[in-house]
């Protein structure tokens, strides 16, 4: 408890320090409740970011080359299958309130799986039991074709468990993915495109923070998705 007040405060004097919220997401641009965000490592503050592209960024890593490495994941998937960005491009990311992301259509508000809740309220999917049964049925039969799955993460390269992963458009295999880099890039739109803006997002934000970008990308790694686990320290090329 002593932690969490803490924790708190400390969240109170991040939000009055950084004054008034925009109207839109500064990586998405998509107007709605947006979140104070900071570099874990550094604690300086980064921007306001939409619940998606927060939890994006944070769950590939929050900083640079993790970015980096999700973006020349996307990359080898189009030079393995020969599809353009634009081909994989989902388009109902931006749809309005109550709108499945998948398909696109309006759906009633049980038609939303609960994926957890509170006092306060509930929060649900944004994709309907329908598309999501269905991307179930893609995976189960894509599981059959590919074989086991691999030992290690082919963003975060963490060994471990790991999830099929596949292009949500054109149904193709991707590869094999930890949870948190197949929910980032979830998140994050599931495509090029959105993996892009949140890499622009936090080079503009190093740009604003400090006058050396190489020096504050460096200070601003995440030990824990680099360094540590891979038992070296970073280098200058992938920065």
Known sequence: RVCKREKQKEQRRRYKAAG???????????????????????????????????TGIGELGDDLPSLHEAKAYLLVF?????????????????????????????????DFRVTRKNRAREYRSSTCRACEAKEKRVTHRLAKLVGPPAPACQ????????????????????????????????????????????????????TRASGSPLEERARSRSPCRDGDYRGAPASPESL
């Open 155 to 206: 963003i975060c390269r963490r060994a471990g468990k790991t999830e099929l992963d596949h292009c949500h458009v054109s149904g193709a295999f991707r590869g094999w993915l930890c949870h948190h880099c197949n929910v980032g890039l979830g998140k994050l739109g599931d495509d090029i495109a959105g993996v892009r803006r949140a890499i622009t997002y936090l080079l503009r934000s190093i």
């Open 78 to 110: 189009l030079d393995r299958t020969g599809l353009t960005e634009e081909e994989t491009m989902s388009p109902f990311l931006n749809v309005a309130e109550g709108c499945c992301r998948r398909c696109g259509e309006h759906c009633e508000e049980g």
């Open 20 to 54: 008034p919220r925009p109207p839109d997401c500064e990586c998405c641009s998509r107007a709605g409740k947006l979140h104070l965000d900071h570099c874990k490592a550094t604690e300086l503050f980064r921007g306001w970011l939409c619940t998606s592209c927060n």
